[in-house]
Structures are given as C-alpha cells and as structure tokens.
C-alpha cells in the first residue's frame, strides 16, 4: 500500500469515527519509516548548527641550515602572508625582525609604526633609542638579542600619515604563528613582552602591564616577563618611578639569564 494512500485511508477512518484499527506488517513498516522520517526533520530544525570555527593557518615551518637561513625563510612567507592580507586592516610593508637569530634573550613588541615600517626594522626611532639603552644599561648590545613583534605589519587608520594604532587581536593572531615558529628557532632563555598589546598577544590575557610584571610567565615553555613598552617611558612627563619598574623587570632578566649584576646596577633609578 502506498504512503499516500495509506494515510488518506486512516483519516477516512478517523471521520468515520473509528479510533482503532488492525494492521499488517507492511503496514505497520510504513508507519514506523514515517514516523522516523517526522523525528528526523524536527531533530534537523530545533538542533542549532555548529558555529564554523575560522580555519587556522598551518604550522609554520622554517626552511635552512642556519638560524639566520631559517629566520631569513620565515620572513619571506610573512611578506605575502594571506591571513594577514585579508583583513584587510594591516598596511602592506611587513616588519619581521632584527638581531641575533641565536639570541638567549628575546624581546617582542607590539606592531611596527611609521618608522619602522620606513626602516623596515622592529623598535626604531625615539622607542627604538629608548630600549638600546635600557639593553646598554644591561650590558648587552642590540646586535646579540634578538627583537620581533607580535604582529608583522603596521595597523592601518584612515587617511594614515605618521599617526599609529595598537593592533588588534585578529591581527595580531595572523602573525603568531610566526612569532612561534622564530620562538622555535632561536630558542630563547628569556623572552620579554615589551607593553601590554605584546602580552595580549603572546598570553592572551587582557590585564594592565601593571598587573602582569613582577613575575614569570611561561610561553612554549619558556620564561617570559611583562614590562612596560619603552615609548609609554618616554610618555612619562615624572618618569623615575616607572623606570625604575622597568629596570627591576630587567634586573630579574639579568639573574635568570645569570649575567652579572653590580651594586651599581641594582641602584638604578632609586631615589
């Protein structure tokens, strides 16, 4: 008997007043496939779709026999890097890095701005001034650290000239993995987040440098500390007290990285 007429049939019934009725199997198959047919299509429109996860980009992988080959590799995929392209938010020029690509301290910042992006090179300029001699006073030089930033290119704004902006997390999520992969090939001792967007996007926690500094962290196991940026000193009209704050931050690079520390040192910017 077909599904139509069937159904037809038992409504004729059910006017007639008839409640009960006696089927066969074959029957008795058709009504259990309807039945199961009604489940399924009320199950399909109250059962709310999974929400598309967007797709990660794959693993990075460096390419040579050097750290300086493999840096110089990731580079040149970060050029034309599509995640990053397609936000449509970045400028074009990207910014990867500069220094020892067998640095045991590793320094990262938030995004290139007007002046790096002319140079092409991370922490240039007045900020760029500022932390060559913070490292200085550490008795280390900017060649033999190694400098990045967690996003690669510098954000966009309408009608840009030399005016910047913090990246934000999609952006700078576009270029994590690079800041993994160069993790990966330097093999760092210390890494240090220079202001709060780097510690955004390395440790995903939104907290004020405030609360994140005076004590270890852990990225792709490795220690890392979270001190303000260097342009925020240069911001500070009074800036003693919050130099000093920097220099303790670095003052505890020193002692994990075991380099010396004199008592000159440790009278930095103490009142």
């Known amino acids: 008997m077909a599904t139509a007429t069937l159904l037809d049939y038992l409504k004729q019934l059910e006017n007639q007043g008839v409640t009960h009725v006696e089927i066969d199997d ?8 309807l039945y199961t047919r009604g489940s399924a299509r009320r199950t399909a429109k109250t059962t709310p779709k999974s929400p598309q996860q967007p797709s990660q980009p794959d693993a990075i992988i460096a390419r040579g026999h050097t750290a300086a080959e493999k840096i110089a590799s990731l580079a040149a995929i970060a050029e034309t890097w599509q995640p990053a392209r397609a936000l449509g938010s970045l400028r074009d020029t990207m910014v990867f890095s500069t220094g020892n690509p067998e640095a045991d301290f590793m320094l990262v910042g938030e995004a290139p701005g007007f002046q790096e992006e002319q140079k092409g090179e991370p922490f240039v300029g ?3 001034e500022k932390l060559n001699q913070i490292l200085k006073a550490m008795g280390l030089a900017r060649d033999k650290v190694y400098i990045s930033n967690v996003c690669k290119f510098r954000p966009a704004t309408r009608n840009q000239t030399t005016n910047n902006r913090k990246p934000s997390p999609e952006e700078m999520a576009t270029s994590l993995p690079f800041v993994k992969a160069e993790i990966d090939v ?4 210390v890494i ?11 440790l995903g926690l939104e907290k004020p440098v405030g609360q994140l500094r005076e004590c270890w962290h852990q990225f792709q196991g490795i220690p890392l500390r979270v001190t303000y940026h260097p342009s925020y000193l240069l911001r500070q009209e009074d800036g003693l007290g919050e130099k000093r704050k920097v220099w303790e931050d670095m003052l505890a690079i020193m002692e994990k990285l075991g380099l010396p520390v004199s008592e000159k040192q440790r009278g930095f910017f103490k009142k």
């Open 186 to 189: 330097v093999k760092p001792r």
């Open 192 to 202: 240090v987040a220079l202001g709060g967007s780097a510690a955004q996007g390395l």
């Open 26 to 33: 074959h029957a008795r198959s058709v009504l259990r496939e």
């Open 126 to 128: 007045p900020a760029g």
